[in-house]
């Protein structure tokens, strides 16, 4: 490589053009991560990435530190090297009521008599505090907090995540500057996760905090960068050459310089105010990405932290304002085995019903038999059952003092619950599996996989259908399927001649989805939609795809060896080989769909919502018509969303977005789009118009 460095001196416009392109690369990282409103497609990026690479790999000498192209490399590393802090990184006193909250202003009165000082209310963030230096505006160095003192050097990991500019956008950037945040693992890709790793056989994580946690300390960069992880930054460490008087002006500053911040804070002048934020947050933070578990207060006065200074190691300038769980206690009844599409065993809490932040509890994942074991669960107990926010419920908390000695530890059984077969644990894995492939517990999984909404998108067929179908032995797997006749169905309980019907027509269609989608009801491990997505822009059928050698599949982006060798492992099986032909023999289409990659971009840049039930397409049809005209599509409702569209029976989302003045389509207004009639600007045109009321209470800053 050196004497390629040599030999080859990059021209004037190759030189020229990389910084250009790195540029153009950081812009559209800001405007996608931090801004929310991307203006180019994921195509187009595509293209000015690989444009970046190729320029490099031609003329290494032209590579650079904060190349975008640069976010993952180098090898695994043997541990991290530890950090230490010139300034700690604190943590924080909590509060749990208004008359703490009280005692911590009446204790800045204090002690800053002459008054004149105001609050900023920030929520808290429920993720893994890190440290960032920039030095010159250059990431010199990430870290985790450890003891506060001494941190792990976990810069290769932190560089993976998107959203953390590599360089930062000021023009004439401070010497040093430290800042600190929280990284976290968004809600909605913690679901997908877990659900992904539920399929593979992996232990769950608990929830989104323990899985960011975890991905932090994996050794690997590669792996990191397979989570979608994200971070928020709200405070500093050390710095030189930079002066901000004000906690707001820092916030300001951070964003400005291509940060991502809180995405909602309040400035108070005083008690009653901050008082009001710290109430108006729990309504809010739905919308947020990340979990709060409360609030942060903090003196805005930035001069006087100085002399306030640090109680055992939390400052005096800032507190925490917890939010009370909705926690329940209850019986746990039993504890039951799930099998999942790979075999892997999941233990589950049988649960006594009890009512927990509005809905009815009565089952909660306890993980694994290590877990069960460790924290001393057994059956009979009465526990702790705690919601946090989105977060599946949990068993948080065992009442040993309430023990009668009637209580049974769990034990797992030496052979699967479902087929009798033998359950075998590998090395280094966590979760016990049945070895059993034609386990008929495993199989039902696995058919209820492919048919999901993410992958053959095949309607009607639920978990009732699907255990009889495995269990008369119409189905021993998902091909099975296209083999089913309305003769067939005849004899099934529950399942009328219309039922059957269309049953079969969504077989039928399913025939014909999406190459992106087909790879992913596939089930390869470590292969989620947004990978498969990736695969369909560069494999055009997924023979092309199964013929990629490993080394092909490491040269994409956004795919590292972990998922390509997992990819590689998978086509070579000759399990799925006959998989794959069978299929094709099936008629199930095996190519990339005509218009995928077609440039029609009119939703670039456009949120989506889609509430109550669609008459005219799928969901997941129309999911993807938006997608593929470069919209997105979330889940929740929020200032940001432009369009809402609105089916039968639409539910609290429709209230929400006529509350926050978003755009209401009719299906059949959104029919009219997607065929190409004109897009009504969101703030305007048939739709109501896009006002943004003020929700800020007095002293809220806008954002
Ligand atoms: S400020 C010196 N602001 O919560 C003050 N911390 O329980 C440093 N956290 O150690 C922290 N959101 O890791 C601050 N908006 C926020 C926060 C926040 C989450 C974390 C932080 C801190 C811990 C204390």
Not at 71 to 80: H, N
Not at 95 to 106: I, K, M, P, Q, V
Not at 349 to 372: F, K, Y
Not at 393 to 422: I, L, N, Q, Y
Request: glycine share 8%; with cysteine; hydrophobic share 40%.
């Amino acid at each position: 490589m050196g004497e390629k460095t040599a030999s080859s001196k990059p021209p004037a416009a190759a030189q020229t053009r990389a910084a250009q392109l790195r540029e153009l690369l950081a812009r559209h990282d800001r405007l996608y991560y931090i801004e929310d409103r991307p203006e180019i497609s994921d195509y187009d990026y595509d293209q000015l990435y690989r444009e970046l690479a190729d320029i490099e790999q031609r003329y290494p000498a032209l590579q650079t530190s904060d190349s975008p192209t640069r976010r993952v490399g180098g090898a695994p590393l043997p541990a991290f090297r530890p950090v230490r802090y010139r300034r700690p990184m604190l943590s924080l006193a909590n509060t749990y009521n208004r008359d703490e909250l009280g005692d911590f202003c009446a204790r800045l009165a204090r002690l800053v008599p002459e008054g004149g000082y105001s609050f900023v209310v920030e929520p808290k963030i429920d993720g893994v505090a890190v440290s960032l230096r920039y030095e010159d505006g250059l990431l010199a160095l990430g870290s985790s907090r450890g003891n506060g003192e001494v941190g792990d050097d976990i810069t290769a990991n932190l560089r993976t995540i998107r959203s953390i500019p590599l360089r930062l956008a000021v023009a004439s950037p401070p010497a040093v500057l430290e800042v600190r945040g929280e990284v976290y693992l968004p809600r909605a890709e913690f679901a997908a996760l877990n659900r992904a790793r539920a399929a593979a056989g992996e232990p769950e994580f608990a929830n989104p905090r323990n899985a960011a946690a975890g991905s932090l300390k994996l050794l690997d960069a590669r792996e990191v960068a397979m989570r979608p992880l994200a971070a928020i930054f709200y405070g500093c460490g050390e710095t030189s050459g930079l002066e901000l008087l004000e906690h707001a002006q820092l916030l300001r500053y951070l964003r400005a310089a291509g940060l991502p911040t809180p995405p909602r804070y309040w400035e108070c002048p005083d008690l009653p105010s901050l008082l009001a934020a710290v109430d108006a947050l729990p309504s809010v933070r739905a919308e947020f990405p990340f979990e709060t578990d409360g609030a942060v207060i903090k003196l805005n006065q930035r001069q006087l932290y100085e002399r306030l200074g640090v109680t055992s190691k939390s400052p005096r300038w800032a507190v925490a304002y917890k939010y009370a769980p909705s926690r329940a206690a209850t019986r746990l009844r039993g504890i039951t085995l799930q099998v999942g599409r790979t075999g892997a065993l999941t233990p589950v809490a049988e649960l006594a019903p009890v009512a927990l932040a509005g809905s009815t509890i009565e089952r909660a994942t306890l993980h694994n038999a290590d877990e069960i074991a460790r924290r001393d669960i057994r059956v009979g107990d009465l526990v702790t059952v705690e919601k946090a926010g989105d977060v599946i419920p949990a068993v948080t908390a065992v009442d040993t003092a309430a023990r009668t000695g009637a209580e049974k530890p769990f034990v797992m059984p030496d052979h699967c619950p479902a087929c009798g077969g033998s359950i075998s644990r590998r090395p280094g894995e966590i979760a016990w599996r049945c070895e059993n492939l034609h386990c008929p517990a495993q199989v039902k999984r696995w058919i209820l996989y492919f048919a999901g909404r993410d992958a053959m998108d095949i309607e009607n067929l639920g978990e009732a259908l699907t255990d009889q179908l495995v269990d008369r032995g119409l189905v021993k797997d998902p091909v099975d399927l296209y083999q089913l006749t309305a003769q067939a169905l005849a004899g099934l309980d529950r399942l009328g001649p219309k039922s059957a019907d269309n049953l079969l027509a969504g077989i039928a269609a399913s025939k014909r989805r999406p190459l992106s989608n087909l790879i992913f009801a596939l089930g390869i491990r470590h292969v989620g939609l947004g990978m498969a997505r990736v695969l369909e822009r560069h494999f055009d059928s997924l023979d092309a795809l199964a013929r990629a050698d490993r080394g092909q599949l490491e040269g994409i982006r956004d795919i590292g060896p972990v998922a390509a060798a997992s990819m590689a492992e998978y086509f070579a099986a000759p399990r799925t080989v006959s998989l794959i032909r069978r299929l094709h023999e099936a008629g199930v289409n095996l190519r990339r769909l005509p218009g995928t990659l077609t440039a029609d971009r009119r939703f670039a840049g456009r949120a989506f919502v889609l509430t109550g039930a669609l008459a005219r397409m799928p969901r997941a049809q129309a999911e993807a018509e938006i997608r593929r005209r470069g919209g997105r599509v979330t889940s929740a409702v929020s200032a940001k969303t432009d369009y809402a569209v609105a089916g039968a029976d639409p539910g609290s989302k429709l209230q929400r977005a006529l509350k926050l003045g978003v755009a209401v389509l009719s299906e059949d207004e959104f029919a009219a789009m997607l065929s190409g009639g004109s897009a009504p600007a969101p703030d305007s045109g048939a739709a109501p118009a896009k006002e943004t009321p003020d929700l800020r209470r007095p002293g809220e800053l806008p954002l």
